[in-house]
């Protein structure tokens, strides 16, 4: 981990999806760091430095791609403690899920996700979005930062 | 009816009363005003004698007066007042005039009727009579005798022996022995007030009987005056007749009885003939009367639900006998008691609302309560009331509501666990769409990281294999996702708007070929405008359109596809023809099931939802869908929707 910040915080239960989600975004030259999570509980200790991570750089990831589905904390509780607190209010979320179900989507609206993401089965299309998603936060974080 | 015609003859006997009253009063005055002279009308020639005394007018003319006073019965309070007095008062004096007359006729001079034509002892009897008459109008011995009755009666035949006398030309009849004669105009007020005083109470005594409808009364009405007239009429023809010497007196006994004879006979077979029309027709109305009651008592027995009728104290006045059975209470126990007693002490407000409700002319229906059984056990009921304003009673019918409550329960626990099915269901396939597609998307992810990563290493085949496993993989989550679009649709409401269906044709045909290079010709007719929902439609569009591109592909720029429509009655009715590689009509009822194909998956791509998803879209619309095919030569599929779109919904599974 160097100096500098963060590009992008992965939140991701699935190994194999969080492996093609790395993966597709260093090969693609999207971003150049990527921190990749298991849960929502270690989201949130990054986020806000708490124990293991209690001992990280500080500042805040450019985008964070939050899975739905996981254990311990999902999803919507993580995006509901970090749009609750000043420090995260304002860092850009990107749902992705393999979930269309309607009530998610609105939920995550209604949370203030930024994007909503269905991950697709064809893993072509699947690379397709992320690269995307990642190319579009990247650029305009660094039209407002 | 009984009682009506019974206070009509009740009413004409107080019209007569009051008549007969103004009658003796107008004839005494005009007597006194012109007295001593004859009044030609009133006596005309039969006067053979004089005109009445003073004192007789003058009874007469109180009589008179004491009878209007006293002609309708006494109502309760408002009979003791002054005139009652004032007419008891009259009554003595009407008495006194003829006992005075009777002791000593001479005594009349004595009080100042100078010129007096002295009065006859059977005159004083009638005055005397009369007057206690009059003073005991309404008085009833124990043993039943009316004095009133009994004065009448007696005034009557004196009265009546003086006309006879008068008419038979028969001076002992008029003039009782060593005194004055009974004047006619006497006679016939006399007669006349006798009358009056029997019809002044016409519902006591004697007159009860002459004015009742039975048969006795109708008897009694008709025959008396009858066979009094021609008694009367005979016996002066008779006498007539020998005086004129037509016949002697053998011949006119015998004529007198003959002609009795045959006018009775007469009069009894009329009379005969009525009483038995009279039984008949009430034979006939208590037959129906009695078939009514019969068939009360088959209802009030037989009904499985409890009848009753309910007085405005809220008492049972009549119970069916379901009563036992439903409540525990035998009809018996309850008539007399009040049902508010047996109602639910919860359920006693919410009662008494209703019955002011019923009470005040709003039946209720479907309303419901709980009653304690005789054995302390509750019994819920629905009740049917409404009010009778003619009879003041409440009328219900109490049905048991216990089994009806059950099956609502019954209803509602299998509705919850049909919600509670549901709600599984759903949380199932959110899993299913969430959890089996991740591994796919996997799978698919590493045959392509390998095919990337594998390079040089992988031979043609192997690369082939991959691919393999990633288009099995990708057609899986299709495969998946219209499954779950197929399950949504029978939970998804509908939403009814006019559907433009050549603008949703238009629309389908884009997402129908996208992707793939149209070939097909599509042609599209004029199509009705239907009340459905648009985005359901669009997918049977949809599908149809790209099953019909699909098939028809391999004929290359021959295929053809051809959408038409038309309306037929409340239906409107769509087809999309083509003519690619049809399909063989005996597999015809596969074609709408879910995963059913009748073609390889290698020569036309598809999961085998699609036609499901068409057929169970319009069948929620209240339509329906069918299919003609032929191998190689095409197929046509037909759907038909409701224009209005009012058809109850269709499955819900």
């Known amino acids: 981990m160097n100096q500098q910040r963060v590009d992008i915080l992965l939140v991701e239960d699935s190994v194999a999806d969080a492996e093609m989600t790395l993966r597709t975004l260093k090969r693609q030259g999207v971003v150049n760091t990527v921190e990749w999570v298991r849960d929502g509980v270690e989201a949130i200790d990054y986020l806000f430095r708490e124990s293991q991570f209690a001992a990280r750089e500080p500042g805040m990831p450019k985008l964070v791609l939050l899975d739905l589905k996981m254990p311990r904390m999902d999803g919507l509780q993580v995006l509901a403690r970090m749009r609750g607190d000043e420090r995260t209010k304002a860092v850009p979320v990107v749902m992705m899920t393999s979930s269309r179900e309607e009530g998610d989507v609105l939920a995550s609206y209604e949370l203030g996700v930024n994007s909503y993401v269905v991950k ?11 690269v995307q998603v990642g190319l579009y936060w990247m650029m305009a974080n660094e039209s407002i930062g | 009816m009984t009682l009506d015609a019974s206070r009509s003859l009740h009413r004409r006997c107080g019209a007569f009363t009051a008549l007969a009253a103004v009658l003796t009063v107008s004839v005494s005055t005009l007597g006194l005003v012109v007295w001593p002279h004859h009044v030609w009308i009133l006596d005309g020639d039969l006067a053979a004698t004089s005109v009445p005394g003073r004192a007789a007018e003058w009874g007469m003319l109180i009589a008179g007066l004491t009878l209007w006073l006293r002609r309708t019965p006494p109502d309760g309070t408002t009979s003791r007042d002054v005139f009652h007095y004032l007419a008891q008062v009259m009554g003595a004096v009407i008495f006194l005039i003829g006992l005075v007359a009777l002791t000593d006729p001479s005594v009349t001079a004595a009080v100042g009727f100078t010129q007096e034509t002295p009065m006859g002892a059977n005159s004083a009897l009638v005055f005397c009579l009369l007057g206690i008459s009059l003073l005991t109008l309404d008085v009833t011995t124990r043993s039943g005798r009316r004095p009133a009755e009994i004065g009448a009666i007696l005034v009557a035949l004196i009265a009546m022996a003086a006309l006879f006398g008068y008419i038979y030309r028969v001076s002992e009849l008029y003039t009782v022995r060593h005194s004055y004669p009974m004047v006619p105009r006497t006679a016939v007020l006399s007669f006349l007030l006798a009358m009056a005083v029997l019809c002044a109470r016409p519902a006591a005594g004697f007159m009860a009987l002459a004015t009742s409808i039975s048969f006795g009364g109708t008897l009694l009405r008709r025959l008396l005056p009858a066979s009094m007239l021609m008694l009367f009429t005979l016996g002066w023809l008779r006498l007539e007749g020998e005086r004129r010497g037509l016949y002697n007196t053998g011949l006119g006994v015998a004529l007198f009885t003959l002609a009795n004879i045959a006018i009775f006979t007469l009069l009894v077979w009329w009379n005969a003939r009525t009483m038995q029309r009279l039984e008949q027709e009430r034979d006939a109305s208590e037959e129906k009367h ?32 379901a009563a036992e059975m439903q409540w525990g209470y035998t009809p018996a126990e309850l ?78 626990q299998s509705a919850d666990e049909l919600a509670s099915i549901n709600r599984e269901l759903e949380s199932f396939t959110y899993s299913v769409s969430h959890d089996l597609r991740a591994p796919l998307r996997h799978i698919d992810g590493y045959a392509r990281m390998l095919a990337e990563d594998g390079g040089d290493r992988l031979d043609g085949e192997l690369r082939r294999y991959l691919d393999e496993i990633g288009a099995s993989a990708r057609r899986m989550g299709r495969l998946i996702d219209d499954l779950l679009a197929f399950s949504r649709l029978s939970r998804q409401s509908l939403t009814r708007l006019t559907v433009d269906m050549e603008a949703l044709v238009e629309s389908a045909l884009s997402e129908a070929g996208s992707g793939k290079p149209l070939v097909a010709t599509v042609a599209v007719g004029p199509l009705p405008a239907v009340q459905a929902d648009p985005a359901l439609l669009r997918q049977v569009w949809t599908n149809l359109l790209a099953n019909a591109i699909k098939y028809s592909g391999k ?28 399909f063989d009509m005996r597999y015809v009822d596969k074609l709408f099931q879910v995963f059913q194909r009748l073609h390889l998956q290698d020569e036309f791509e598809g999961t085998g939802v699609g036609l499901a998803i068409v057929q169970r879209i319009i069948s929620r619309h209240g339509g329906r869908v069918w299919a003609e095919g032929e191998l190689g030569k095409g197929a046509t599929f037909t759907f038909e929707l409701p224009i209005a779109g009012e058809q109850p919904e269709g499955d819900m599974a």
């Open chain 1, 120 to 130: 697709p089965v064809d893993f072509s299309e699947f690379a397709e979005r992320v």
């Open chain 2, 290 to 321: 009695s078939k009514a009651v019969a068939l009360n008592q088959l209802i009030m027995e037989n009904s499985l639900d409890v009848l009753s009728a309910v007085d405005e104290a809220g008492r049972f006045l009549k119970v069916s006998s």
């Open chain 2, 335 to 412: 008539i007399g008691r009040r049902y508010a007693d047996l109602v639910h002490p919860e359920d006693q407000d919410r009662t008494a609302k209703v019955a002011v409700d019923i009470m005040s002319g709003r039946p209720a229906i479907g309303f419901t309560n709980r009653f304690i059984r005789k054995d302390g056990s509750v019994v819920p009921i629905d009740w049917s009331a409404a009010w009778s304003r003619s009879d003041n009673l409440m009328f219900s019918v109490a049905r048991d509501a216990t089994e009806r409550l059950q099956v609502a329960e019954a209803l509602r």
């Open chain 2, 555 to 582: 004929r290359g720029a021959d295929a053809l596809v051809e959408v038409t429509g038309e309306s037929d009655g409340d239906m409107a009715r769509y087809q999309v023809r083509d003519n690619g590689v049809g």
